[in-house]
């Protein structure tokens, strides 16, 4: 476990805290107009990209430079500064103070350098509470100190075993982190797909990857698969491409059994355990065989749009993307008659 400290005057910024992944939704950018807590208390993650200045725009950077970056395709820009923000739940921090007049957000702090340390006014961090973004602390990488105190470095269990997430909220919304992590996954089954049309199980899938894929993959006879692997879940034969489970501890992806064959696909392993063993639904009012009305499932208004900022974002950081024809689907990203969710490109 850590505590995280003021460089300046070492006050305790942090209750006790253990290390998690940076979820796959940390960087969506819009959603769901109310939006929880990004993590869960008393855990933190850790920002591996640069995200202080100086800000370069892309015809300022060289393509050696960007691809030590680990970027393939162009971009805006990139934040050239300290990578290793710090993610925190707000309720586990202690010692700060908002500095009112940087509280910029439509409703009140939209991410701006916001947050001080109490003990000697430094600007330590981000509290970000506004609407359509994640409620979040980032602490600034050169800010802040990491203290090892006693304490279990992870949380309890082995951390596989993760609730089902549903896709759609109570509201009628799609589920945010569906979004995202589909969006994300989106870009490496379009790098494993070789630009040949996949066939997607019906159902989940395909409304959530299929439609986008069949907008960017050539029609015709599909030449791979796409399907679930995981743990408890390893279906003969396998499929081309298999969406797997992300660590949410590590953020490494679940990898298939030796020669089980698939090119595995993390996802967000709430959202992968909700595909992989959908909740049976429960009825309470209606005999065996009529629960079909009782309730009735529920839909979201509209057709799921996988997050195109993620995606685009993913591809750019695949070195597959330099491949012509990836290179021209991520183009295509760029272009608004080509948006995988808008109605312009629609079958
Ligand atoms: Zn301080």
Redesign the pocket.
Known sequence: MAVFA?A??G?ELTVPVAEVALPPHAHRQGGHRYLPPLLEPGTFAVDPEPSEPPWRPWAEITVAEAVARGVYAPVDGLWCGSGGAVLLAPGDTRGTVLIPERCDGCCAAAGSPNLA?E??G?TVGARIDDCYQWQAVWLHPRAVWRLPVEGPARPAGDGWAVPPLPPVEPDGWWNDRWTATVGAALAEVLAASGGEPVAVPPGLLTETFGRTLRRLLPAGAPARTLGLAGPGLTPAPAPDIALVPRHPWTGAAWQPPAGHGAVPVPLDAAVWTYLAFPPARRTTRLPAGEERDDPLPLRPGWLFEPDRYLLSHRLARLPAVRQPWLHAIYDRLGNRRHHPGTSEDSP
């Open positions: 003021c300046g005057c006050t340390c003990g000697c430094r």
